[in-house]
């Protein structure tokens, strides 16, 4: 697919478009199925397609030259003020994930530093720590035999992570609540973005007085991490300290506490929710593929014989890498992004009118069957460098990309290959016959109803 410049859009057809239903256009659909529905019409309209939700109309670009061409190469075409991001800020205000401009930038370059390569290095031993937590857990289940909802257990531990590490307060004692809070708080914020019309929030329904009551549980467990920050005078170096000690350059002045919130709130969901994500999926496509679970085994044998993993060893934890990039291409937490153009443009011959939202989204690239074979199919050895050189850069953007890539996907990634080397040295899980996993897609794509598994002990 060929992108072009602004000085041919005025010339260019506007992107094809399926018809939808007179008023609500695909609105219904997009919340009941958007993954088949927006797969459906790039296999019969193309890379470039207009879809509609009410009287706006949403611009899907599925071709992995597309997403480069919005996310990095023309970037500053593209804003995020999206009916998506408004929807998001009425629970995380205007944290990293949800700010723009020079205010993002600053708030940006502060958090960097906490993620650099050697900060994530001294996280290693939490993320092994926890994992052998559960690893216990789930061989004491195995000894007694019974099913349980291994998602589940993987909330609660990325949350004790990311908590952890980033803020050095482990708050998965409520994970419970907080996993309720995101799940209902997710579908509510989804629902809202794919309103025809958005209804304003203060009218008292039901769905909104929920969604208040969930946002102040959050916020009490943000408050709490703050608080305990504030009352220990010993020396800190993670996250949460940086926040703190901030001071504006001109004027000295610190964050303010509702600044600190919307970020504090921003990483401690952003840094838990998609990775616990992929981890379920990993599991269940680990007890779907037994060869490949096999051999992860094996490469676990052989590189850690037994012993804990440490950062040292991720380099050489090759398939286990392999095995996480093939789950996130499959089953992409983050599965679709938004933007707004800023500008005229034209993606793949198609005019882009300034004030178009566009829609760009992992599971349809991941799954695009002009760029992968067999898309469908499980086979972490696409990831091997022989055969990614042959795909384009975009083909694979769990993260997504450009300036406003995910500042967690180093984080991410080595937890996701630490935590599965430690569990899957101890124990096997299998899935509980007859069940149908289904992904449910809102903010993030979470297992419908969880994951049900037996757990075994390691041969
Ligand atoms: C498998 C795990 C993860 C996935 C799939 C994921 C995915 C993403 C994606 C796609 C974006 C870009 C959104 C956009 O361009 O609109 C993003 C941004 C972000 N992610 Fe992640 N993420 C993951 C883990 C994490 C972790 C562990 C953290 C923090 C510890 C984190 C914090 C953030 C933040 C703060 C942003 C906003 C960055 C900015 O705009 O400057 N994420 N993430």
Redesign the pocket.
Known sequence: MSTHSAGESTAAPLPPSPVGTPLLGHMRVLRSDPLTFLQAQVRQYGDVVRIHVGPASLVVVAHPDGVRHV?QDQAKRYG?RTRGLAALRELLGHG??TSEGSF?LRQ?RLAQPAFHRQRLAGFARTMVDAASDLASELEARADAGTAFDVAEDCMRLTLRI?SST?FGKDVSGAWHDIADAMGRVQVFTYKRLTQALPIPRRLPLPTHRRFERDTHMLDRVVRGIIETRRRDTGAHHDLLQMMLEQQDADTGERMSDTQLRDEVL??LL??HE??AN?LSWTLMLLSQHPSVRRDLEAELAQVLGGRKPTDEDLPRLALTRRVVDEV?RLY???WS?SRVAIEDDVIGGFRIPKGTYLLLSPWVTHRHPRVWDNPEGFDPDRFLPEHEQERPRFAWF???GGP??????Q??LME?VLVLATLLQRVRLNLTPGQIIRPAPAITLRPRSGVWVTAARAP
């Open positions: 996310l995020k990293l994930l993002w940006r990311a980033l921003t990483m952003a840094g998609t990775t992929a996130l992409p937490p983050a992004l769990p993260f997504g406003r890539q995910c500042i967690g996907n984080f991410a996701l």
